[in-house]
């Protein structure tokens, strides 16, 4: 079995990395010798606390050029079915707009027959040949997990992530963060303002940020582009 202590474990060290402000993580990446990155503002979020995430180095390997998407797990939250199908959209449509990787949704039915489950947590006991399959299926270099740890829908609502980007090849996390986001938090509506601005067409009236922090997908969206940003820098071959 792969335990999860063979893919190493965030929360132990999830207090030492970010190296990315919540600002620029919603905005546009700079290009410095070859590497997408964003500029450092220490190891804190906005709010002051640390955030809870792991990097296992500064740049992710050159040669990590394709990830698999596991389907969402949801099984510690209580969704309806299309309330799960928006949050789904949201992460994968940041996915793509991150461009950190080539991505390749892995369907519940194809990973029940390499598998025999629908879903798997990062956090619990894999097969042991569970990374060698799904590399085979897909031609993966990694393995994203993507668990939604809470979601509130009413009023105050908040949403929780945990992800991990796991090496198919040497099983190495190079990626990890566990988050919660509260709407009651000031700096995530002025977050949600600005996400808002950025498609509203000049002249109207000020985003006040509540479709954001209200509805299931955009706050996805919102949130799971605040945690991608966190990914190690990807170098670019020219």
Request: with cysteine; proline share 8%.
């Given at each position: 079995?792969?335990?999860?202590?063979?893919?190493h474990?965030?929360?132990?060290?999830?207090?030492?990395?970010?190296?990315?402000?919540?600002?620029?993580l919603?905005?546009?990446?700079?290009?410095?010798?070859?590497?997408?990155?964003?500029?450092?503002?220490?190891?804190r979020?906005?709010?002051g606390?640390?955030?809870?995430?792991?990097?296992?180095?500064?740049t992710?390997?050159?040669?990590?050029?394709?990830?698999?998407?596991?389907?969402?797990?949801?099984?510690?939250?209580?969704?309806?079915?299309?309330?799960?199908?928006?949050?789904?959209?949201?992460?994968?449509?940041?996915?793509?707009?991150?461009?950190f990787?080539?991505?390749?949704?892995?369907?519940?039915?194809?990973?029940?027959?390499?598998?025999?489950?629908?879903?798997?947590?990062?956090?619990?006991?894999?097969?042991?040949?569970?990374?060698?399959?799904?590399?085979?299926?897909?031609?993966?270099?990694?393995?994203?997990?993507?668990?939604?740890t809470?979601?509130?829908?009413?009023?105050?609502?908040?949403?929780?992530?945990?992800?991990?980007?796991?090496?198919t090849?040497?099983?190495?996390?190079?990626?990890?963060?566990?988050?919660?986001?509260?709407?009651?938090?000031?700096?995530?509506?002025?977050?949600?303002?600005?996400?808002?601005a950025?498609?509203?067409?000049?002249?109207?009236?000020?985003?006040d940020?509540?479709?954001?922090l209200?509805?299931?997908?955009?706050?996805?969206?919102?949130?799971?582009?605040?945690?991608?940003?966190?990914?190690?820098?990807?170098?670019?071959s020219?």
């Amino acid at each position: 079995m792969l335990s999860p202590s063979a893919i190493h474990t965030p929360h132990a060290t999830a207090r030492h990395t970010h190296r990315r402000c919540w600002m620029l993580l919603l905005g546009s990446a700079c290009i410095l010798a070859g590497c997408v990155a964003a500029a450092s503002a220490g190891h804190r979020s906005p709010t002051g606390r640390p955030w809870n995430v792991y990097q296992a180095a500064a740049t992710l390997p050159r040669d990590l050029q394709r990830v698999a998407i596991l389907p969402l797990y949801t099984a510690r939250t209580q969704l309806e079915p299309e309330t799960r199908t928006q949050i789904e959209q949201a992460l994968q449509a940041e996915l793509l707009r991150s461009s950190f990787a080539e991505v390749v949704p892995l369907s519940p039915q194809t990973l029940r027959r390499l598998t025999g489950r629908t879903a798997w947590a990062a956090d619990e006991p894999l097969p042991p040949d569970f990374l060698a399959k799904i590399r085979t299926e897909t031609a993966a270099d990694a393995v994203l997990f993507a668990e939604l740890t809470a979601f509130r829908p009413y009023r105050p609502v908040a949403l929780g992530w945990r992800m991990r980007l796991v090496d198919t090849r040497s099983a190495t996390t190079w990626w990890a963060a566990d988050e919660l986001f509260d709407t009651t938090d000031p700096w995530l509506v002025r977050a949600a303002r600005r996400w808002e601005a950025q498609s509203r067409p000049r002249g109207c009236r000020p985003p006040d940020g509540w479709l954001t922090l209200h509805g299931p997908h955009q706050l996805a969206r919102l949130t799971a582009a605040g945690l991608l940003a966190t990914l190690p820098a990807r170098c670019i071959s020219h």
